[in-house]
């Protein structure tokens, strides 16, 4: 697929699997991504697979993601990982502002912000997650609400960073429902998120940023949402936690 933007498709775990079985897991995609070149693969275990999971797919085309951060750094924060834990094991990338955890644990705008600053500020790219519920997309409002999260999940970022955050871009009512947003659809709200980025820093540093849709994606509708003029890539939920399904979305979105 010949796009604008390299594609980049990554699996969030959430909280699943053991050390074990997430070894078990990278084992089977690196043989079966090995060839891959033409997308950025990246897998988001749980805190406590990623030394695991790190030492596994060295020298491989694999990449590793975090699914959360705190907003400091070293220091009396009980409970949070800081930025530079993550660099210990090679992360490279981190989820943030995922609307389960916007949900659940209330997390704002502005501390996904303050994460997103945190995340480049240590060389790490953050994936920013935003998306609607399905009673905003039923009361007409999903522009105005993704509008709001993007500008305050991005809020202070200098335009390089910007250009180096990846955005997914995940309508709620999709997620783990079996509901995917339609191709046109999906590519409806990322060419409005690029609108989006162009008012805030210009039409070179939006093109240069990815957007990846997210929301039950699977094999059988990779393509057609990655064939999308503004979908540059997945974030994939259920279909990541087994080889077949994962390496599937990855193959037939090339
Ligand atoms: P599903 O692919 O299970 O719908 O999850 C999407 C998601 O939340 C990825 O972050």
């Given at each position: 697929m010949d796009k604008e933007r390299k594609l980049i498709i990554a699996?969030?775990?959430?909280?699943?699997?053991?050390?074990?079985?997430?070894?078990?897991?990278?084992?089977?995609?690196?043989?079966?991504l090995a060839a891959v070149k033409e997308?950025?693969?990246?897998?988001?275990?749980?805190?406590?697979?990623?030394?695991?999971?790190?030492?596994?797919?060295?020298d491989s085309n694999i990449r590793l993601g975090a699914q959360n951060?705190?907003?400091?750094?070293?220091?009396?924060?009980?409970?949070?990982?800081?930025?530079?834990?993550?660099?210990?094991?090679s992360v490279g990338y981190v989820i943030l502002g995922h609307s389960e955890r916007r949900q659940f644990q209330k997390e704002s705008d502005a501390l996904i912000a303050r994460k997103a600053a945190a995340a480049h500020g240590a060389n790490l790219i953050p994936i920013v997650c935003v998306g609607e519920t399905?009673?905003?997309?039923?009361?007409?409002?999903?522009?105005?609400?993704?509008?709001?999260?993007?500008?305050?999940?991005?809020?202070?970022?200098?335009?390089?960073?910007?250009?180096?955050t990846v955005i997914a871009y995940e309508p709620v009512w999709a997620?783990?429902?079996?509901?995917?947003?339609?191709?046109?659809?999906?590519?409806?709200?990322?060419?409005?998120?690029r609108g989006v980025l162009v008012g805030l820093h210009g039409d070179a540093v939006a093109r240069r940023v990815r957007i990846q849709y997210g929301g039950s994606v699977k094999p059988n509708n990779a393509r057609e949402l990655m064939s999308q003029?503004?979908?540059?890539?997945?974030?994939?939920?259920?279909a990541s936690l087994e080889v077949r399904s994962f390496a599937d979305i990855v193959k037939n979105s090339i």
């Open positions: 699996g969030n775990w959430k909280c699943n699997k053991t050390v074990a079985e997430s070894l078990a897991l990278v084992a089977d995609l690196r043989r079966e997308v950025d693969v990246v897998v988001c275990p749980a805190f406590t697979a990623l030394e695991s999971v790190s030492k596994a797919i060295l951060m705190g907003d400091n750094g070293y220091g009396a924060f009980t409970g949070e990982i800081a930025p530079g834990m993550l660099k210990e094991f399905l009673a905003e997309r039923e009361a007409g409002i999903t522009n105005p609400v993704v509008e709001t999260q993007i500008k305050g999940s991005l809020a202070g970022l200098s335009a390089e960073q910007v250009e180096r997620i783990g429902t079996g509901k995917t947003a339609t191709s046109a659809q999906a590519q409806e709200v990322h060419a409005f998120i003029p503004d979908v540059d890539g997945a974030l994939v939920g259920g």
